[in-house]
Antibody, heavy 118, light 107 residues
Framework: QVQLVQSGAEVKKPGSSVKVSCQAS?????VTWVRQAPGQGLEWMGR????????TYAQKFQGRVTITADKSTSTVYMEMSGLRFEDTAVYYC??????????????WGPGTLVTVSS | DIRMTQSPSSLSASVGDRVTITCRAS??????LNWYQQKPGKAPNLLIY???TLQSAVPSRFSGSGSGTDFTLTISSLQPEDFATYYC?????????FGQGTRLAIK
């Protein structure tokens, strides 16, 4: 059974960087990152196709977020630099999947809480 | 980016009620519309994709409809486990976007 295992919670200072990992068991697939600030909605950040070494980012995060993959360990990383208080959120990795011409997110990791605090 | 707007932002209903949530896209997205349910402290769960196709294992009381810019999610008879937050999401663009969510609470 495919699972996504994420790294543990982080507490970071403003201006620092954080790197969250997501290990996928059971195959290679497109991994997407979505974050959710406390009490707020879902915000798509970007995705990586490890088999194609292709990444796509939401414009808001372009230049501040880097998504990489280590194919040897089936692990995807999301690194965010220049952290601000408003980056405090739960960061989810998830599997992009599809049926016919439709694409959707059908498997989610448990989430990693990143807290930005001075 | 394609903007997704849900209404209402919150609503209260009783077990057994029929509930409809709407989602409007800022441009034509054909039927590239997905719906998710999220319970507190948990990751979202896919309910419907392609505007109307029920994901495997999702109860048949959930249904979706619409195309172009206007979409609806209907729960035909609310069950206690349905009280949650619901999000629409467009997959027309590779830069996917979510609606702001609709919180469904018990009346």
């Amino acid at each position: 059974q495919v699972q996504l295992v994420q790294s543990g919670a982080e507490v970071k200072k403003p201006g620092s960087s954080v790197k969250v990992s997501c290990q996928a068991s059971g195959g290679s697939f497109t991994v997407t990152w979505v974050r959710q600030a406390p009490g707020q909605g879902l915000e798509w950040m970007g995705r990586i196709m490890p088999f194609a070494d292709r990444t796509t980012y939401a414009q808001k995060f372009q230049g501040r977020v880097t998504i990489t993959a280590d194919k040897s360990t089936s692990t995807v990383y999301m690194e965010m630099s220049g952290l601000r208080f408003e980056d405090t959120a739960v960061y989810y990795c998830a599997r992009d999947s599809g049926s016919g011409s439709y694409f959707f997110i059908d498997l989610w990791g448990p989430g990693t809480l990143v807290t930005v605090s001075s | 980016d394609i903007r997704m707007t849900q209404s209402p932002s919150s609503l209260s209903a009783s077990v057994g009620d029929r509930v409809t949530i709407t989602c409007r896209a800022s441009q034509n997205i054909d039927t590239f519309l997905n719906w998710y349910q999220q319970k507190p402290g948990k990751a979202p769960n896919l309910l419907i994709y392609g505007a109307a196709t029920l994901q495997s294992a999702v109860p048949s009381r959930f249904s979706g409809s619409g195309s172009g810019t206007d979409f609806t999610l209907t729960i035909s008879s609310l069950q206690p486990e349905d009280f949650a937050t619901y999000y629409c999401q467009q997959s027309f663009s590779t830069l996917i976007t979510f609606g702001q969510g609709t919180r469904l609470a018990i009346k």
